[in-house]
């Protein structure tokens, strides 16, 4: 398994059992990104269910379609999920996200990337 990747819109890196997934600064989110994002997740994790770490804070802004895709498609082989997002943008985009899209998996936010992973030390 690889350790570290990255393509457009978001590194991926293996850390302690649990995978980071980092946004880029400024990046927009369409449904060919939201695509693209979870087929490089899903070649990376070679069918492991793991607790993934996902910082959204660079996030400009997602498309309706683009978050309903993340919210299903996405899920697929994550045991759990830590969101890190800064007040009050990315906060307010994973309150909407979850609030629509109701994600079929354990799923919390966090500002400290302390706290994230202590909540995902329990998927582990």
Known sequence: MRNLFE???T???FYDGILHIIYH???SIDLDAAIQIVKDRLQLQEGQSIPVLCDIRGIKEISK???AYLAIEG???IKALAVLVE???SKMLLAFYIRTSN????????E?????LDYLNDFK
Do not use: C, H, L, W
């Not at 400290?112 to 994230?116: K, L």
């Open 7 to 9: 393509n457009n819109y």
């Open 11 to 13: 590194s991926y890196r």
């Open 25 to 27: 600064q400024g990046v």
């Open 65 to 67: 379609s683009a978050r």
């Open 75 to 77: 899920s697929i082989f």
């Open 87 to 89: 007040p009050p943008v």
């Open 103 to 110: 994600p079929p998996i354990p799923n919390k936010s966090f």
């Open 112 to 116: 400290t990337i302390d706290r994230a």
